[in-house]
Each structure stands twice: as C-alpha cells, then as structure tokens.
C-alpha cells in the first residue's frame, strides 16, 4: 500500500509539471486575471509547463524540487541521461521521475542530501535563486542587494547574482530567501533568465555601502588631497585608470562657512548616487562644525547637486537602507566640543536614530541609545579640527546598527526594530567586516564578535 501512495505522488508531480496537450494553454481557467499570466503562456506555448486535468495552472501553489527539475530540463533542452547509476534514497529507480532527477543531478543543477532529492518538497526562493543561476551559468555577485539576505547566507552570491542580471527585483527591498516560490513566481524567473526581452530592467540595490574608500562593480572611489586641492577619485581596478568626479577647486564654495571635500570623510554609495557628508557652517570662536549638509553625486554622468536634501543641520553617523535615510542627533542638549573638550576622557551621548525618506520628508523616531564620544578622525587643516560626523561607536552593516557604550556592546535590528547586546568588552573602536564584528577594548586588545 505505502509503494503505491508514493507512485502515486510521483505521478501526480509529473503531471504537474508535464504540458497537458489534450486542452489549449489559453484556456487555464485561474490564469487570465493574473499577474504573470504572459510568463506563464510563454513557457506553455512552448511546452515547457502545462495545467491539471481540471484546466488549471493553480499559479499560487508551491512548486515542488520535483516540478522545477521538470521545468529547467525542458526549457534548456537538456538531453535525459541514459541508463544512469546514482542512488537515491527518496527516488526509486523505477520512478518515472528518476532519471530527470538524476540528471540535474548529475549537471550540478540540484543536488541532495546524504542521498535525499526530496522531489516533494516545497523550492525555497533561495533555492530557486541557487538552480537558476547554475542552469545558465550566471556568475555570482558579493554586492550586498536586497536588506533582508545577508553575507552569511548560503545563497547570497547566488540572490544577487540573479538580480544583476534582472531575475528577480525582490519586494520592498527584501527577497523572503526562506518563502516558498509558487508556480507563478518560478515561471516568472525562469522566462526572464530564458529570454532578455523579458528580464527586469535597471537593477538597483537596497543596501549602501559606507566608507572612506569605497569599492563597488569594479571601480574605487575616494577622496584625496594633493598640493592644490582636495578631489573625489573613481579608479578603474581592471583598467588602472583614474578619473577627478569633483575638484573643490573648482566647486561652488564661499570659502568661508563651508568645506565641501575633505579627505578622510567617509561616504556612502547607494547604487549610482555619492553622498558625501560637508561642513555647513563653521563656529568662528573655535573653528568647529555647526553643522553638516550632503554633496550628491551621480557617479555615471557626475552631475552634483550641494545641500540639496533636507535633513537636520546636526546629523551624526549616516546610512542609507532601503530607499531611506538613517543617521542620529544628540538627543538633549549639544555638546559642546571646544578646546575644552578632552577625547581621552570616557564619556557617552544620549543619542537618537531617525530615519527620513529620500527626499528629507516623513521623519521617523526609532531608538533612543548611548553612545561614546570617539569620533572618526579626518585631516587637520587651518580651518577645521580632527572631528568628522561620525562616532566610532557607531557602525551600519546590511540590515544592522552597532554601537557601543560603558555598559558593552550592542546591535539594533532594522527589520524588527530589536536591540541586544552582544558583548560586555568596553570598547573604543570596532570594525564590521562581512562575517564578523571586531572590537578593540580600551586596552588595545582586538575581539572578534558574531555578528
């Protein structure tokens, strides 16, 4: 009795993804309202998917590994293995399904484990992502793209792989990697990666990158001093070459309340647009900041705009995640910081994080937190001092806030608006690296956190 149930259920995912040719792909009953209905037709005009004996598509099921196996053998004419030898401990060699299971396996599309195909089970979105990318050969991609799948995900390379070649566009600026794909979705992905008239156009990602150099699709932006001015740099890593995106020299610049490029600051890439923090004003008594505003610029045609986004005179520690503006303010009063200010002195600021949208509207309060005075050092010159707008006890990554304070360490989550603390060290530095958080405590001694 078991055997037969599970013949039957063999049976039943063939059906479901073998064309059934006894009625016209037109006629699916639950597909013409719906949203990938020209997907789905393009690959049932070509025989690669069919509906149940009912007429439907059923487009919101869940697509079995089984299923998809079906799907990408036909749509890349794969020729079956004859007469293969691999053993499967879910899929008997007398399944009508076992030899289109043992060639994918065999290709390196989809792999089990310890024996296992699993051929009922439900293709995860990064699973998907995974057999799409290895069934055409796309190359994986370690540009941070969607807020919600980190670096440490098994699948990231694969999920921004096919986002870059216009696959996929995520939702909101997440992709859901542990969702299940629905039969929709998978036709969907399977036709853009199958034809480049139908694949998503202008990729974009949802996650900045921050830093006083900058690495993104090939080229390095930085900003650097030489004996005349200071110049934002784009270099090519595999040509060599060196291009000036702005010169202060030649920017628009009174001289006097303002310093547009400082080398040291550190900028943020969000796809093609350069945010590059300045000093706004500049207090006359001790030749301190008074307040910051943003140079934009467009890293493609280098057109620029000063100031141009409205956002609080004294921001702190900015980001940009998912189409928004993250940075802090002093949550009391301001500090003071004169010539009276000592920076060896442990001390903490109350300090609050906004976010606001692109444009500076519709503000939002998310934290209040601690943090300690340790700012980021940037050039000294006859008009500034060694104090840039970013504390060094703030830190973003992907989807993450670090900061720390007197008490330890301490993460707050974007996505779920959690925080905890991490670590008890009392530190004065830290670095995030893709994998991991790396503390200095106030001895010297370096500590390598999860993250």
Not at 82 to 108: C, M, R, W
Request: charged residues 25%; without cysteine.
């Amino acid at each position: 009795m078991k055997n037969k149930l599970v013949g039957l259920l063999t049976v039943l995912l063939i059906f479901a993804a073998t064309p059934f040719h006894a009625q016209a792909a037109a006629q699916f009953s639950d597909v013409d309202k719906h949203w990938a209905k020209k997907e789905i037709m393009y690959l049932a005009d070509r025989n690669i998917i069919g509906g149940f004996p009912d007429g439907t598509f059923k487009p919101n099921d869940p697509i079995t590994r089984a299923q998809a196996s079906s799907m990408l053998i036909k749509a890349l004419k794969i020729p079956l293995i004859k007469n293969p030898t691999v053993q499967f401990k879910d899929v008997s060699k007398k399944s009508p399904y076992y030899q289109i299971l043992a060639t994918v396996n065999e290709k390196g599309i989809m792999r089990g484990d310890n024996g296992f195909m699993r051929p009922g089970e439900d293709t995860s979105r990064a699973h998907m992502a995974a057999i799409i990318r290895r069934s055409f050969n796309i190359p994986v991609d370690h540009q941070a793209t969607f807020v919600d799948v980190s670096p440490t995900h098994w699948s990231f390379p694969d999920i921004n792989g096919i986002a870059k070649k216009g696959i996929t566009g995520g939702s909101e600026g997440k992709y859901m990697p542990a969702d299940s794909v629905t039969r929709s979705q998978f036709a969907t992905f399977l036709v853009r990666a199958l034809d480049d008239s139908m694949k998503l156009k202008d990729y974009r990602s949802y996650v900045s990158v921050k830093g006083k150099t900058i690495e993104q699709n090939g080229f390095t932006y930085t900003i650097a001093k030489d004996k005349t001015s200071t110049k934002l740099l784009k270099e090519s890593k595999k040509a060599g070459t060196r291009l000036t995106l702005l010169d202060s020299s030649t920017m628009p610049d009174n001289g006097i309340n303002r310093v547009l490029l400082m080398s040291g600051y550190q900028m943020i890439l969000y796809n093609d647009d350069l945010f590059i923090p300045y000093w706004n004003l500049i207090s006359a008594g001790n030749k301190m900041p008074a307040g910051y505003n943003l140079v934009k610029l467009n890293v493609n045609d280098r057109s620029y705009t000063i100031g141009s986004i409205s956002i609080d005179q004294k921001f702190r520690n900015m980001f940009i995640w998912n189409d928004r503006i993250y940075y802090t303010l002093e949550k009391n009063k301001e500090r003071v910081f004169d010539s009276k200010f000592d920076p060896t002195t442990p001390l903490d600021d109350p300090l609050t994080l906004y976010s606001v949208a692109m444009d500076g509207k519709n503000k939002k309060t998310l934290l209040n937190f601690d943090a300690r005075v340790i700012f980021d050092e940037v050039e000294a010159t006859s008009k500034t001092n060694q104090v840039s707008q970013n504390n060094k006890s703030v830190a973003f990554d992907l989807s993450t806030m670090y900061y720390f304070n007197k008490t330890g360490v301490y993460k707050y989550n974007l996505l779920d608006k959690k925080t905890s603390k991490i670590s008890t060290i009392l530190a004065k530095d830290m670095e995030v690296t893709a994998t991991q958080l790396i503390v200095t405590d106030q001895a010297g001694k370096k500590h390598t956190l999860k993250k």
